[in-house]
Every structure is written in C-alpha cells, then in structure tokens.
C-alpha cells in the first residue's frame, strides 16, 4: 500500500463484505503519509469472522519487499480533523505496528488509536507495538487510544511513544482494557492532558493485572497512571499512581528522566538520565525498540521507548 485510498481500499477488502472477509490480512504500508484529509473520515476495519485477522504494519519500501523499524517513517494523520484509525475484530487478532498515529481531533473515545471499542463483546489478542501516539485531541475520553480485548485474550503494548494527546473529559493518553493480562512494556508516556481534576495519562484495567515495565510516565496532568484491578510494576519511573495501589512495585525509579528535548519532541533520555542501563527487566516478545534498535538479551537496559543497548551487555571491549 502507497496511497491512502490503497489503504482505504485494502481495510474495506479485508472487512465483513469485502473480498478478503474470512482472510487474515496482512496490510503492508510504505513510508509516507496517510491522511483523512480526502474527506471520507476516519480509516476503518470491522470484522466479524472467526478466521480473520488483521496485520497493519509500517515501514515497508514502495514494492513491500523490505522494512525498516523506524516508527516515524509511516505517519496515519487525522488532519486535525477527525479520528484517525478505528479497528474492530469480533474474533481475530488485532496488530498495529511500525506506525505513527498523529492529529486526531474528534467527539469519540480514543482519538488517535481504537481498537474493538463500541459494542464488540469478544475479541483475538491486541498487539499494538513500536507506535508514535501523538497530538491527538477528543472532547470525550482517551486521546491517544482505546483498545480492549476480551475474553482469554491478551493485550501487549510494547515500545510506544505517547506523548501531547488530551481528552476533555479524561484519560488523555489513553486505556487499556483487558480480560486476561495486560502487558505494559519499555513505553515513554508523557505531557498528555485531561481537563479539570480528570487522569491525563494511562487507564490500565487488566484481570488479574496490568504487567508494567521499563515504562517512564511524566508530567500527564493530574496523574500518570490509573490502575484498575491490578498492577505488578517493575523498574518504572511514574510520579503519581491513581486508582488502586499496586499488588507489587518493584525497584521504581524515582527522578526527572531528563528527556533530550521534548519541547521539540525529543523523548530519547539525555545525558544522566537515571533510566540509563538501571533495569534488570529483560522480558519483552518484541526484538527491538521503537527506532530498530535491539533490545538486550543480558546485563542491564534502559526504561522507556528509545532503548541505546551499546555497552550494556559488558560485552564490548575497550579500543
């Protein structure tokens, strides 16, 4: 896919009614920009097959035969004008990736990002990976995203940058809303606002719990993070927890996180940034961060969306 009616076209395809209804599909995007400035709103995938499933994926040359993991080369953007990407899937998995979603502005829940929102009752598993959420607006709630799966299904949002989102009502950056686990891992979420007294960053309502980890909240309005049920936390750097206090809360990382400069949209760390080489945490399913860098395998790593692995290992050697 190379143009936004390429897109258009390939999600109608793939939903219920179209030629590839019962597939799973696999939506390769080229870099570039995708916008709803064509007037015909926001871009959309509704399907209610028990063997369909949808790949949404970044990144790729124009013929589709190679990738690069940069998130910020393939950009879904609302114009400012209406909701960018709503995917609903009553039975198949969801995996949106190697994306920036940008400049949302709408009446509906989850601004940039929904996914099995409104009345979908059943669900497949939720990847949402190696995104840029940002500068999303919603009069109502959630303003970078709203995804839920339900049923034993699982949740994981991995490697995320989301950042400058805001919802009126509350929960600016977003929610996650899981029957079965919620993974929380190696995100930046940051600057994101609410209205009033409401949540500015993350509603996380997982059963039994939302696993977090190597994950930096700062400076979302009110609160950084909404826990719903239940949190098990490792190496995160949060400054004020809502909602209930989390089962565990290992080895939080207290302190500025010293962004490199993110008035320009900078969120890599800078120079003495506590979150340098500080987690132990090694679990991820995802092999790189958001710009294509390895995760490391050993030693030590840093928290947050942008992951700088030379010489954390201790396997280099002095020149």
Do not use: K
């Amino acid at each position: 896919v190379t143009t936004t009616a390429e897109l258009r076209s390939a999600l109608s395809a793939a939903s219920d009614g179209g030629a590839n209804q019962d597939d799973g599909t696999d939506i390769f995007l080229a870099t570039g920009t995708y916008s709803t400035s064509d007037g015909l709103g926001r871009f959309f995938y509704l399907n209610t097959s028990p063997t369909a499933s949808l790949h949404l994926w970044g990144g790729y040359n124009a013929d589709c035969t190679q990738r690069v993991d940069d998130a910020s080369a393939t950009i879904l953007d609302g114009n400012d004008a209406t909701q960018v990407l709503v995917a609903r899937s009553a039975l198949g998995d969801v995996d949106i990736l190697n994306l920036t979603v940008q400049n949302a502005n709408t009446d509906q829940y989850g601004a940039g990002i929904a996914v099995n929102d409104s009345n979908v009752t059943t669900s497949g598993d939720v990847l949402l990976r190696d995104l840029i959420i940002r500068n999303n607006h919603t009069s109502y709630y959630h303003g970078g995203f709203r995804a839920f799966a339900r049923g034993t299904h699982m949740m994981y949002f991995d490697n995320n940058l989301v950042v400058d989102n805001s919802a009126d009502r509350g929960y600016g950056a977003g929610e996650l809303y899981g029957q079965a686990q919620i993974y929380v891992r190696y995100d930046t979420i940051a600057n994101n606002i609410a209205q009033g007294s409401t949540v500015g960053g993350l509603l996380c309502a997982g059963v039994p719990n939302c696993e977090i980890a190597n994950s930096v909240f700062w400076q979302n309005t009110n609160a950084d993070l909404y826990v719903n049920y239940d949190a098990v936390m490792y190496f995160d750097d949060v400054t004020q927890i809502a909602g209930n206090t989390p089962s565990t809360n290992a080895n939080p990382i207290v302190g500025d996180p010293l962004f490199a400069d993110p008035a320009t949209g900078n969120y890599h760390l800078g120079d003495g940034s506590p979150l340098l080489a500080v987690s132990t945490y090694l679990h991820s399913d995802s092999d790189n961060d958001i710009e294509g860098h390895n995760l490391p395998l050993t030693g030590t790593t840093d928290v947050g969306a942008y992951v700088d692995t030379i010489f954390n290992d201790n396997l280099e050697t002095s020149p």
